[in-house]
């Protein structure tokens, strides 16, 4: 463990207004400062710093804590590896207690895993120039099939699963990683009779490395029909896929003005060798929350380079609303006489396809195009339907000057009266905000009886009891003398909490309190991001108030005792009503 006079100082030394300001466009509110929330999709900014505390917390979706809590959620790390990692941000050498490890945990070094991942690129990247058939004819298809120059293989480190149920471990295994490691690692995997395989076999390897310059996971893909086509790492504890872009760490050099995202890795090789080398792909996913904000930190524009079939057009669509979420300036790439970028490289020529990434469509011209091709406009039933649909299209776009813009195109096109294309666009707008507005209605509802608690499921069996216990912890958590007050006069206990979870943060405190280490409450050493965003809430929803004074204490702890007691009486009148009930049917 991370002793915790080590923890102290990190945090001391980390301004979490500079910290967070690296990852979100922050603005000054008053004291404290706001922005768009960098774990969920938004448009109004609910993301809120406050320096004072150097604490955050968002109001949309719950996300909240202090610095450590904001990188594990982040950079999604576990807790001593976020301690670490500002650490070494703040230039401070981690000092550890030692510990007796917990029977069965398993606990694995990121600096190891980073080394294994690179030992497996060197040996699949060593494997693809071998003097092996099927690695012959896997260099074939890249050089051959795809066009790649030896230097391009070389730049992105691809490389050849040999076709082997168990080469790759026991290369591995020599190498000094255990099964474990390389199960953690999704580079091996076990089947349910305990016998361990290699988790790529007979597939071209594409490793996916960071911004920071680590491979942290892999893609293989098949050179037949056979399927699945690709296989990609799954999450481990150095990869999150919804967070990683392939070949961002080249991208990033070169796409200050704009980005081009495609769908898949032999796309964005064979832009980057043609010269285009702000090119990025997901991986093996549709585009993610989490992806749009990183690329939103690089570049101003993205130019979504997807495959035109239906499949396509609905996965770039759901990239645009991403996208333009978080600001950016987003174009959709038509790539004509040619089923996808690199196929249109090899044919026409870099130079041409500059010109068709020039040529690239907004969203709006984007689906106009594809609704004027599906309709003959020049038969009345067409026209209304292709009139309406362009409608909904206009209604969609967020500003009223664009709005304007397009009423006239639309107009123009269809030979209609602009006053009677902008009545029903307005038609369209009123009827989607009254249906926006009853379903937030719904989940402010839900929300409030704790319907949708994920964090704190219990929160649903006693509503009135579990806002009473956070009234409770929430005092608290902020103030010292509230704890001794309670502790020290065994005001309240384990037993008054209905909750596991405010069962377990009130059992938390009161260790804390009388083991002389609540000075400093360790939260994020404790408990999850989610429940360190919960307690947090608590913190603020009790900072906003004026009173917070032993009186307010009292009277929350008697308002919890019986909101306690009322459910205890419900639940024991259930219980004497059934009991009545088995003993009529048995007397008949």
């Given amino acids: 463990m991370i002793s915790k006079e080590t923890i102290e100082q990190v945090l001391m030394r980390t301004d979490i207004e500079t910290l967070i300001g690296g990852y979100v466009s922050l603005k000054r509110a008053g004291s404290n400062l706001r922005g768009l929330c960098p774990f969920h ?12 505390d150097n604490s955050f917390y968002c109001f949309g979706c719950g996300a909240g804590g202090d610095a450590i809590s904001f990188i594990r959620k982040r950079e999604n790390l576990d807790y001593p590896d976020a301690v670490e990692f500002l650490a070494q941000r703040a230039g401070i050498t981690i000092i550890r207690d030692e510990r007796t490890p917990v029977p069965g945990e398993k606990k694995f070094d990121r600096n190891r895993m980073f080394a294994m991942n690179v030992d497996a690129a060197k040996y699949f990247n060593k494997c693809l120039f071998s003097d092996n058939p099927d690695a012959k004819a896997a260099l074939s298809y890249f050089t051959d099939v795809r066009g790649l120059s030896t230097a391009t293989i070389k730049h992105f480190g691809l490389g050849f699963a040999p076709n082997s149920f168990d080469q790759f471990s026991k290369y591995m295994l020599a190498k000094g990683y255990s ?8 580079l091996c995997g076990r089947s349910e009779k305990g016998r361990y395989f290699d988790a790529f076999r007979n597939r071209i390897m594409f490793p996916i490395i960071d911004v920071s310059g680590n491979v942290i996971a892999f893609g293989g893909r098949v050179m037949d029909d056979s399927k699945p086509k690709y296989k990609n790492s799954s999450d481990t504890p150095v990869f999150k896929k919804s967070r990683n872009l392939f070949a961002l760490n080249f991208a990033r050099h070169h796409c200050t003005e704009s980005m081009i995202l495609c769908e898949g890795y032999m796309d964005v090789i064979a832009m980057h060798a043609a010269g285009f080398e702000n090119a990025v792909a997901t991986l093996g996913t549709a585009i993610t929350s989490e992806q749009a904000r990183m690329m939103s930190r690089y570049t101003k524009k993205v130019i979504i380079s997807y495959d035109a079939d239906e499949a396509g057009q609905k996965a770039a669509m759901r990239a645009v609303k991403l996208l333009t ?37 907004s969203k709006f011209d984007y689906n106009l195009d594809n609704i004027l091709s599906k309709y003959d406009i020049n038969l009345a039933q067409d026209k209304i339907k292709a009139l309406h649909e362009s409608e909904k299209l206009i209604s969609e776009t967020y500003s009223s000057a664009e709005r304007d813009i397009y009423i006239q195109r639309i107009s123009q096109i269809f030979d209609v009266d602009k006053k009677s294309v902008k009545s029903d666009v307005e038609r369209i707008i009123s009827r989607a905000n009254s249906t926006r507005r ?14 949708s608690d994920r964090v704190n499921p ?29 502790f020290d006069g065994g005001l309240i206990g384990e037993n008054d909490f209905i909750t596991e979870l405010n069962r377990r943060i009130f059992s938390y ?44 204490l009292l009277d929350s702890i008697a ?30």
């Fill in 41 to 52: 999709s938004e448009k109004s900014p609910s993301f809120t710093v406050y320096p004072a």
């Fill in 179 to 186: 099964y474990d490691e390389l199960v953690a690692g999704f």
């Fill in 325 to 361: 979420e978080v600001g950016l300036d987003v174009s959709i790439l038509r790539v004509p006489g040619a089923k996808d970028p690199d196929e249109y490289i090899k044919k026409f020529g870099a130079d041409k396809f500059r010109q068709v990434i020039s040529d690239s469509k």
């Fill in 438 to 451: 009853k379903e937030e209605s719904q989940k402010i509802k839900q929300d409030a009886v704790g319907y």
């Fill in 458 to 486: 219990d929160f649903i069996k006693a509503p009135a009891a579990a806002k009473n216990e956070e009234a409770v912890l929430g005092l608290l958590l902020i103030y010292p003398e509230h704890r001794k007050r309670v």
């Fill in 509 to 552: 405190i009161k260790d804390a309190y009388f083991n002389g280490d609540d000075s400093h409450l360790d939260i994020d050493a404790h408990f999850s991001p989610d429940e360190c965003g919960r307690i947090t809430k608590m913190k603020i929803s009790r900072m906003n108030l004026t009173e917070n004074g032993t009186e307010v």
């Fill in 559 to 588: 308002n919890l005792k019986r909101s306690v007691s009322k459910k205890q009486n419900e639940k024991n009148s259930s219980l004497d009503s059934l009991t009545r009930l088995l003993e009529q049917k048995r007397k008949t």
